[in-house]
């Protein structure tokens, strides 16, 4: 049986044997690469240096690296926790049978087909001081025009707006994929009973939906806690620090400080950040059995 196997991983290897490489080249080479930069002080100018756990230590000491952790983690709440609410809303309103429901749908996928990098871009033009239509729409109900992304009050806030708008679209997609496969029996086995639509919710649909609402909050969460893009082209982290990120601040350290090897410690602390939060989901969420 063992030669049986043998023989056929050795003929499969062929056929796999492309797949494995660009896994390796891909991902699992700058993975381990940049574990090892982390231990080193590498700069242009200075060049490669030795220093141990001196970037992690020094981690622990950098204002700049907490203020962009909490940053990371709130906007990382924030938005999941908000679309994962308006996802199941709009998901279990499309779940309903209604005319135009397809053209509906059609239109709430709308953000979600947007690069992210295009729709930061449509945003900043958008929030504007002097000639942005939101300041426009607020001075049109006599309210005060807002320097969105240049106030250190609303600048993070603006960037979580766009997140939401993009992203709702996608984790409604998912809930109503799952919201369509729960069995319509659940529901009038439950109504004849003289369960309420609560009661069905929580004792229906919320544990049908447990696995789908794991994928999406591993999902959602993976994309928060390494945001860059929106955040790179909305305020590049400013004003000052007040929307800074752990993947802008890595990128500064990295491409414009030319720090690489405290830019990788920051990358690798952010990888561990994700892995954490990501057990503790798994861990955390039992899927029920339906068998």
């Known amino acids: 049986m063992k030669k049986i196997k043998r023989r056929g991983f050795i003929q499969a290897l062929p056929f796999i ?11 699992i080479y700058p993975l381990l690469y940049t574990f090892g930069l982390s231990f080193f002080d590498y700069s242009i100018a200075r060049g490669l240096r030795f220093s141990g756990l001196g970037n992690y230590i020094k981690i622990i000491h950098d204002d700049k690296f907490i203020t962009s952790l909490i940053n990371t983690l709130y906007y990382t709440v924030v938005v999941v926790t908000v679309e994962g609410t308006l996802g199941f809303i709009l998901a279990s309103i499309l779940n309903q049978e209604f005319p135009g429901r397809g053209l509906i749908r059609g239109l709430l996928m709308i953000p979600m087909l947007t690069s992210p990098i295009v ?3 449509t945003w900043r033009f958008m929030y504007n001081p002097d000639f942005g239509i939101i300041n426009y729409l607020f001075s049109l109900v006599g309210l005060l025009p807002q320097v969105w992304t240049g106030d250190p009050k609303t600048a993070l806030p603006s960037i979580m707006i766009v997140d939401i708008w993009e992203f709702t679209p996608f984790v409604m997609l998912l809930l109503l994929a799952g919201l369509q496969s729960i069995p319509q029996e659940q ?5 004849i009973d003289g369960a309420g639509s609560w009661a069905r919710t929580r004792y229906i649909t919320i544990p049908w939906l447990r696995p789908m609402i ?9 994309d928060s806690i390494k945001i860059f893009d929106q955040v790179y082209a909305l305020t590049a982290g400013g004003p000052g620090v007040s929307s800074m990120t752990l993947g802008v601040y890595a990128y500064i350290n990295g491409f414009r400080n030319f720090h690489l090897g405290y830019a990788a410690t920051i990358s690798w ?3 561990l950040i994700t892995i954490a939060i990501c057990a503790f989901y798994i ?9």
Do not use: G, K
Not at 17 to 27: G, R, S, T, Y
Not at 187 to 191: C, N, P, Q, S
Not at 215 to 222: E, H
């Open 187 to 191: 529901y009038e086995a439950a109504m």
């Open 269 to 271: 602390v952010l990888a």
């Open 214 to 222: 794991l994928v999406v909050l591993l999902l959602r969460t993976m």
């Open 283 to 291: 861990r955390s969420i039992q899927v029920p059995d339906h068998a």
């Open 119 to 121: 729709s930061a871009i």
């Open 17 to 27: 044997a492309p797949a494995i490489i660009i896994i390796v080249v891909v991902l």
